[in-house]
């Protein structure tokens, strides 16, 4: 909250300033030309439809199924930044040895011809170690001990898994960015408190799975695309939806809330 007493600092620091340019006020419009092409081109960025990724089987299969049949999402140009600032966040890596491995794996479903469904996944790799890299907004605070980032990462978890079902590998690392750190803002200095802003953090997380907690993934893997490849043969979207808060911010909000809701085994029986 400003005091009367800072008011009056700003105002005369203003007043300063219009007097040292010459008492002229800056000509400046806000372009927003730019951001509109930028936004425009992410809009555009290259994705699959017509393919199976390990992301769209672990997230709500309505979902999926909406995104594969060609349904329009509607996305706002705020969500759009927001995908943007994830995408970003490999930028951080460059210290590591990174990269990415392209997976395609058998599906236990299979298409009209008889043949296996395939799944694709790309991994990113630091190193030899399996690694799944999420950016965030919220507190580090939240991961008091490791075991709170498979509560509070529970998307990232199932992804990261499903690639260490594609690899044969038993341990994978989640890298989380947190672009505000704790929110901590001050800093104690000899005693005094001093403003020193947010400041990012950047923490690891190694995991050990046991081959069962991997086979479970990959099994609700399978069911989630059986469910959508019945979906697409009959047109009706599918019966099962994904965490509530999947929903949040969904961009087939909008048609989904329409539709009935039920359970997979309903529709696979
Ligand atoms: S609104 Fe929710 S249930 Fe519907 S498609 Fe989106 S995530 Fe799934």
Redesign the pocket.
Known sequence: MLTLERTVTLVLMEEENIAESGGNIVKVVENFEVPRKIIEALKKREHYPGQYSVTKLI?????T??EMTGVKEFVTEEAELVFARGRAHHGVLEVYKLREINRKRESEVLDKNGKPIPIYGVIDMIGDNITEIYTTTISAKKIGVPEDAAKVFPMKLKQLQAYCYFENELKGDLLVFFLFGDYTRFTDIFGKKVYTGMKPQLRAFTFEFTESELREVWEKMNQNLAEIEYAKNNGV?PLS??E?W??DN????YI??E?P?GKAEDVLR
């Open positions: 997230c709500c299969p309505r979902k199924f909406y979207p939806v994904g509530d999947e929903c969904c961009g087939y909000a989904c809330l539709e809701v």
